[in-house]
């Protein structure tokens, strides 16, 4: 196993970590909304960063990194946290999020972002 691989795996397991601990760890919305982007940011750049550093074919990087940005915008976007409990909330099946209630705490979601 190469040193890059290695690397790559305790990088993505850090911002794995730090991901899951700030949806699903912390209660604080306004945390969430201010370092969310940063972590998901950090966490598919490092997917491409890899995946440049492997040398991949230039062309599959070509269709690799525009469905990357794509994905990583859409669970932005689809990415709600309750403001009376703190739950987070994800809809990664369409683009449109839909949920109109917290699953937990039952109240209504405001969808500013």
Do not use: Q
Not at 6 to 32: E, T
């Amino acid at each position: 196993m190469n040193t890059i691989s290695i690397v790559f795996g305790i990088v993505w397991a850090v911002w794995g970590g730090a991901y899951y601990a700030l949806l699903f760890g912390s209660r604080d919305v306004a945390l969430k909304k201010r370092c969310f982007p940063y972590i998901l940011l950090g966490f598919n750049g490092s997917f491409l960063a890899f995946l440049f550093l492997i040398e991949i074919p230039m062309s599959a990087m070509i269709i690799v990194t525009p469905v990357v940005i794509l994905l990583t915008y859409n669970e932005y976007i689809t990415t709600r946290y309750c403001r009376w409990c703190g739950g987070t909330l994800t809809n990664m099946l369409t683009a449109r999020f839909t949920a109109d209630r917290c699953p937990w705490c039952k109240k209504s979601i405001d969808y500013v972002h």
